[in-house]
């Protein structure tokens, strides 16, 4: 017997021995299937929709065959398949061999029972394991096949759009007999062939590996399989020789990632899960051992809905510790994107959940595939009762490599720790871990020369590391991602169905606008006389965009919540809506999931997402005017003598003075100048008068000014701000005399088209230079001044802005209309300001962080495109100027320049991503002392909340009443949240944080009959025993920076 003489001889002898491509005639793997039998019958039914197992077996099914192809995309065949099993394979292990390139689901006695997709290496189901003459030899199996692969149907890649006419070909459905002795060897001999590999040849164990595996083909005679078990014997004299005490260990955990929507629609993946998790559920059944990690609460609802058969079963492994239920929200949302109270719902939603349905709540946070991570999530995991996370993404940095990432191979970690995770299964569209993958660990659990493997579950594998924690690094603020930063901006979306003329952009196309001939709104079904915006045009936009959808309806609920409280609270009559408030937070944080928000999926899911905000805004707009109703019913009803009037309601903690349309005497909207107190209502007569009206004044050259003051504005044809003063210092904010400058840039990616805007775009910068209507006044002053103008950008698409100035109002507003039909282009608005500073700041959830406004090192550079929420701020000691905006997330501030990212183009994996009508505004402030003694955070917020205006009356003679219910002390400190307790109809919660960043007391004061109150975390859980002490003042809260503080408020009867 030789030693190896030639390696890669032997290398390849062993891999031609095993191989499924060559020698298959005289080779083990040709033997890993014997004898073959077509199914008796084969029929299908086609279906466009996805209907349950009783609807469809009930059906007329017609005759198919294998190698007929079905479809086209996201259609669904139901194939009945007839199995006669003959009697001759008796004592034998039996398969339903199917093989398709669609994604299939075998039912059995009208349950789901395996789940066979071919990019999952899963194609078989196991009939029976050993034959017995007892058994039925006759079946009958539906397959469910979704004419849709494991990522969707991409048309030429897999992100491309998907290609609509694709079908896929059933290319095998047969029973077979299985060989196991046969299979057990080939994975014994994979490993080894495995270890001689990727071991490397200065690897003693390589060598080794290799050794016995040419040794298991001499001895191995694959036409005798009394061979096989010697051959087995070399292999596990291998295997078990066992480490040294110093080996790693890897906590092996079975898992799936599942994307709740991405290259398919949400209602695909309610079939994905199922389709994982029988699988899944049906390993556990034969590998008592198996543990699988499942995160996001939404998949086990949509589960425990459309298959209670199967959640029944899981939630037996549940019970068991196998099937582990982790992450603690609804679902694996954004990490940048959704506001500070969305991620608090995305765990309180998550949480309770798991809690109602399993008996616990999570201990870990999972979040393995979002876009960043917000430097304020630590603290709202602590409060949701969660101290571990979980992620991957990090390892995705095109720049730098963070310095406490955990791989298998690349631990940068090594002797800090010693133990580390590895997830195993099929993922991303679903699949999940295959018997393969855990045969394979059964023998390489100890194995010297190999990570030890352990299956364990992530509370073992957290539990070790907390141990050696000590040792561990640490990072503050947030975890940027440098990559996918085009995500803050994708998707602002707009896209209309254009009546009886298909979608909206082939309408865009048409050389002349139709909707002027046909005498209706172009995006909407509206009779209008007016093109391209007509008046009621801004309504129909705000339902049709993702990131305004997420921005609007997340303020939609806020609203819909503090008013509803507040009614409950003066009456305990009104029912608030919990279950309607529930579900129209399950909708939104859907959509947060981070495919979704980030604008990173096909078109289908978009249309699904517009549905959902559609719903909230329906929904959301009946329940806060019923709360109102009930809040102020006694002003609300006509009375004898009684005045028109007008009911001003404000949702924010402080209050607030403010021009606000009303409807006049004669229909037509008038403005007012109107004081509301904070959190409260009050009801106006007679407006304010203004300290100062709003002056608009033609100067030379076609330049306007503007000036309320507070600001100064001049302005050229362009809509370029040549100067923006504050009126008190006469301190200039632009720099080089123009601000407002539109600019467009080429935005091609590497290859995630939708996803990364890469840092060379910068090179491309183009500024819009083109005027179509020149600068015009619109409102010649009072309480509004404002100014229209029109431009040119790109090829073909055009902006038209209208530039206002309010009488007391800080800052300047830009309301902006773009008609965009671009393809990879980026647009930007930039703001070179007279500040300058190292450090610009941006709102974050529940705060704000500081990034570079240079680029230094590679850490600095790498963030060229950020994110940020309500506003930023450049300031130096003393002044400053913000930006703000009410639906936008994109942002850079580089030297003196802060520019806002407003719209992408992006191909895939939606070619018509962001083509339409958007509707946007952002605002300039500019200020003196620091953006917090400014009230830069306040205004942003009163520009993303406006006040809400109701037409009322009242009697002429009694003073109007105003009335607050909440108020607090502190400009620091922010009110957010006011909503009922969950499960408590007496009790409210309210959600404070600091916002400046500072140490702070504070008073909450209310109008509201409290009895008690208790400190609470964010799942509403009383913190500590003793309640708080209620004072003349209020409530005494003490912050850190950027503490979020909840306090459960019982009310008296
Ligand atoms: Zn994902």
Redesign the pocket.
């Known amino acids: 017997m030789a030693a190896i003489k030639h390696r890669r001889t032997a290398l390849e002898r062993v891999e031609k021995f095993i191989s499924d491509t060559y020698f298959t005639d005289c080779n083990l793997r040709g033997r890993l299937f014997g004898d073959r039998c077509p199914p008796a019958s084969l029929s299908y039914f086609q279906t466009p929709r996805r209907i349950p197992y009783g609807e469809a077996v009930v059906q007329e099914f017609g005759p198919a065959q294998v190698g007929e192809s079905f479809g086209p995309t996201w259609e669904t065949c139901w194939f009945k398949v007839e199995l006669s099993i003959p009697p001759a394979w008796a004592g034998r292990e039996v398969h339903f061999v199917w093989e398709s390139d669609g994604e299939g689901m075998v039912w059995r006695d009208a349950q789901p029972v395996q789940g066979l997709t071919k990019e999952g290496e899963k194609t078989s189901y196991i009939l029976t394991r050993s034959l017995k003459e007892s058994e039925p030899h006759s079946l009958t199996l539906y397959v469910e096949l979704a004419c849709n692969g494991l990522f969707g149907a991409g048309k030429g890649s897999m992100i491309a759009p998907p290609d609509p006419d694709r079908r896929v070909t059933l290319s095998k459905a047969e029973l077979v007999v299985f060989n196991r002795d046969v299979y057990e060897l080939l994975v014994d001999l994979e490993i080894l062939l495995d270890m001689a590999q990727l071991l490397g040849e200065e690897n003693q164990r390589s060598f080794q590996a290799l050794y016995t595996a040419n040794q298991m083909v001499n001895v191995c005679d694959v036409t005798d399989p009394s061979t096989f078990p010697a051959a087995r014997d070399l292999a596990a004299a291998i295997f078990s020789q066992r480490n040294g005490e110093s080996q790693h260990t890897i906590h092996a955990m079975g898992h799936c990632?599942i994307?709740s929507a991405?290259l398919w629609p949400y209602e695909e993946t309610i079939r994905k899960c199922a389709r994982s998790w029988v699988t899944v559920v049906h390993l556990m059944e034969h590998n008592p051992e198996l543990t699988f990690a499942c995160s996001q609460a939404q998949q086990f609802e949509w589960v425990q809905r459309s298959y209670p058969g199967l959640y029944a079963r899981i939630r037996d492994f549940v019970a068991k510790g196998q099937f582990v239920p982790v992450g603690g929200t609804w679902v694996e949302m954004d990490g940048n994107l959704p506001s500070g109270e969305s991620m608090v719902r995305q765990f309180l939603q998550g949480q309770r959940f798991f809690q109602q349905q399993f008996g616990r709540i999570c201990s870990e946070f999972w979040l393995p595939?979002t876009f960043g991570y917000s430097a304020q999530l630590p603290q709202l995991m602590r409060g949701c009762g969660i101290q571990r996370f979980l992620t991957q993404k990090l390892s995705w940095n095109l720049v730098n490599s963070f310095p406490i990432l955990k791989t298998v191979k690349n631990n940068k970690d090594k002797g800090r720790v010693n133990h580390s995770a590895f997830l195993f299964g099929f993922g991303?569209g679903g699949g999940g871990p295959t018997q393969k993958m855990l045969d394979r660990m059964k023998r390489m659990s100890d194995t010297d020369g190999l990570p030890r493997v352990q299956i364990s579950t992530p509370d073992q594998l957290f539990s070790v590391l907390e141990k050696e924690s000590s040792q561990l690094c640490t990072w503050v603020g947030e975890l940027f991602l440098e990559l996918h930063n085009g995500t803050y901006t994708t998707q602002a979306q707009v896209r209309l169905p254009f009546p009886g003329k298909g979608t909206m952009q082939t309408q865009l196309q048409a050389p002349n606008p139709p909707a002027l001939g046909l005498g209706f709104c172009c995006w909407c079904e509206r009779s209008t006389p007016s093109y391209p915006f007509p008046e009621h045009l801004p309504s129909v936009l705000n339902r049709h965009q993702i990131k305004k959808g997420n921005r609007e309806c997340e303020r939609i609920l806020h609203d819909v919540e503090v008013l509803s409280t507040l009614a409950v609270a003066q009456d305990r009559e009104f029912q608030y809506p919990s279950s309607q408030l529930q579900q129209l937070w399950r909708l939104l944080l859907l959509n947060q999931f981070?495919?979704v928000l980030p604008g990173s999926c096909i078109q289908l899911v978009v249309e699904d997402a517009l549905q959902y905000y559609t719903e909230i805004r329906r929904a959301g707009a009946q329940l806060q005017e019923e709360a109102v109703e009930s809040l102020c019913k006694d002003l609300l009803q006509p009375e004898e003598g009684g005045t028109q009037s007008t009911l001003v309601l404000n949702t924010l903690s402080w209050e607030r003075t403010e021009v606000i349309s009303r409807p006049g005497p004669n229909g037509k909207e008038t403005l007012a100048l109107v004081t509301v107190p904070s959190m409260g209502y009050a009801l106006v007569q007679e407006p304010l008068v203004p300290p100062q009206p709003v002056v608009v004044c033609d100067a030379e050259e076609g330049f306007i000014t503007m000036e309320n003051g507070v600001i100064s504005v001049c302005m050229d044809t362009m809509g370029h701000l040549v100067s923006l003063r504050l009126m008190d210092s006469k301190r200039e904010s632009i720099a080089d005399g123009c601000a407002n400058q539109f600019a467009l840039f080429d935005d091609v990616p590497l290859y995630w088209d939708a996803w990364d805007v890469m840092d060379y775009h910068l090179e491309t910068r183009k500024p819009v230079t083109t005027v179509l209507e020149p600068l015009k006044v619109i409102l010649g002053g009072g309480l509004r001044g404002s100014v229209r103008f029109s431009l040119k950008v790109g090829k073909s698409s055009t902006l038209t802005q209208e530039i206002i100035l309010d009488a007391m109002c800080p800052y300047l507003r830009f309301q902006t209309q773009v008609e965009w039909k671009e393809a990879h282009k980026f647009l930007k608005v930039e703001f070179p300001v007279a500040v300058r500073s190292t450090n610009a700041t941006y709102e974050i959830q529940f705060g704000h962080l500081q990034r570079p406004t240079h680029w230094n090192t590679s850490w600095d550079w790498a963030r060229f495109e950020v994110w940020a929420h309500k506003w930023m701020d450049l300031s130096e000691h003393g002044f400053g100027v913000a930006l703000l905006n009410d639906c936008k997330y994109g942002a850079s501030v580089h030297r003196n320049i802060l520019s806002l990212s407003l719209l992408r183009a992006p191909k895939s994996p939606d070619s018509t991503a962001d083509i339409g009508l958007h509707q946007f505004t952002y605002a300039v402030m500019p200020h003196q002392g620091s953006f917090q003694e400014a009230g830069v955070i306040q205004q942003a917020y009163s520009l993303n909340f406006p006040l809400h205006v109701v037409p009322a009356s009242c009697a002429s003679c009694a003073p109007c009443p105003a009335w607050s219910a909440f108020s607090v002390s502190s400009p620091a400190v922010v009110l957010e949240t006011v909503k009922q307790a969950e499960d408590r109809a007496e009790a409210v919660v309210v959600r404070l944080y600091e916002a400046h960043g500072s140490t702070v007391t504070a008073w909450l004061q209310t109008s509201l009959p409290v009895q008690e109150a208790v400190l609470c975390d964010l799942l509403e859980r009383p913190v500590g025993w003793r309640s708080l002490p209620l004072e003349k003042q209020g409530l005494r809260l003490s912050f850190t920076p950027f503490r979020v503080l909840s306090v459960l408020l019982v009310l008296s009867c």
Do not use: G, R, T
Request: proline content about 0%; overall charge negative.
């Open positions: 990632h994307d991405w595939d991303d981070h495919d």
